[in-house]
């Protein structure tokens, strides 16, 4: 039931939702106080009430069977594939669509490739590992790897038969929303209005957030002598990305640059400590001498650490033959 339940509200509010067209519970949580003061007569108190008799009927109080909470938590748990099932396997079945998903790694094992890769599979339908949604795509550093695109894109979906059959005449690069972005105040601009306004009022949902690098922005706005303010920036930015994520049941991947220091032999990601505690898992891309990249879950709650190995073909990431 989605739908709130009006006799559990006064007649004045009653009246104000059906005037306002707003009886989805759904709806109601997602709106920030703002909106909802704008299409009715609502105080901030009323507001709050509204909300509390919205969630109590999505999220009744009480102990629930397990099938119950399964159905009640399976957007919340969706994967995106990325059509590699070596890679797959390790992740569980993708990158997951909560919390913020960090890639990191030395320059040229294939960082951006995996986003690229990502950006399609998040096209899929459902049943085939996709959200059946668009991506956005914020650069910070390069312009936007068209070329690499397009080499790409006769070849997906790249996995199942049955996948491309249902896709035949769908357009991935249509559904990929690119964005660039050279400091923290575009940045702050496109998470907090551009990307929640487009998130709002576009008809397509959006499935994926990349940004590539998050380093980038961090790393060339402050001096040694602003670390506070720089760790603030990004604990803004981190939960911001935490809320997008949450709200709209989105995966978020952020690409890190690495800096000179090693751990247990991995290279350490850039950014500290202020960012590291804002990720929720941690992957780390690296090469051998013979070419072949290796993915290693370093750190994930559902996780246990693991590594696989792939190659890049021109059809995008592939598993080691």
């Known amino acids: 039931m989605d739908n709130i339940d009006l006799s559990l509200l006064d007649k004045r509010l009653q009246c104000e939702l059906e005037k306002a067209g707003l009886l989805s519970c759904r709806k109601i949580i997602e709106m920030d106080n703002t909106e909802f003061q704008r299409i ?43 059509d590699c099932k070596p890679i797959d396997e390790i992740l569980g079945g993708g990158i997951p669509v909560r919390g913020i998903t960090e890639l990191f790694g030395e320059s040229g094992v294939g960082k951006t490739q995996i986003c690229l890769q990502l950006s399609m599979t998040v096209q899929y339908p459902l049943e085939f590992g996709g959200l059946n949604a668009s991506a956005v795509y914020i650069c910070t550093e390069d312009r936007f790897p068209t070329v690499r ?31 660039h972005i050279a400091d923290l105040e575009g940045l702050h601009n496109c998470l907090f209005k551009r990307l929640p306004a487009l998130i709002a009022n576009s008809d397509t949902r959006i499935g994926l957030v990349v940004i590539d690098s998050i380093a980038a922005i961090f790393r060339s706005e402050y001096t040694l002598n602003e670390l506070i303010n720089r760790a603030n920036d990004m604990r803004t930015i981190g939960m911001q990305l935490h809320t997008l994520a949450d709200k709209y049941n989105m995966a978020v ?69």
């Open 40 to 82: 009715g007569n609502f105080s901030i108190k009323d507001i709050e009430h509204i909300k509390t008799v919205a969630a109590n009927i999505l999220l009744p109080n009480g102990f629930r069977t397990a099938k119950e909470a399964e159905e009640i938590f399976i957007e919340k748990w969706r994967k995106v594939t990325l």
């Open 149 to 179: 695109l397009q080499q790409m894109l006769p070849y997906f979906p790249v996995g199942s038969p049955l996948c491309r059959n249902k896709m035949e005449n769908h357009n991935f690069a249509d559904n990929i929303l690119i964005d």
């Open 253 to 321: 991947v952020c690409v890190n640059q690495v800096t000179d220091a090693c751990d247990n032999g991995i290279t350490v990601p850039a950014l500290g400590l202020a960012w590291a505690n804002l990720v929720t898992t941690k992957l780390y891309a690296s090469m051998d001498q013979n070419k072949i990249r290796i993915l290693q879950i370093i750190h994930a709650p559902h996780l246990a650490p693991a590594s696989a190995n792939f190659i890049i073909v021109e059809s995008g990431i592939s598993a080691v033959t």
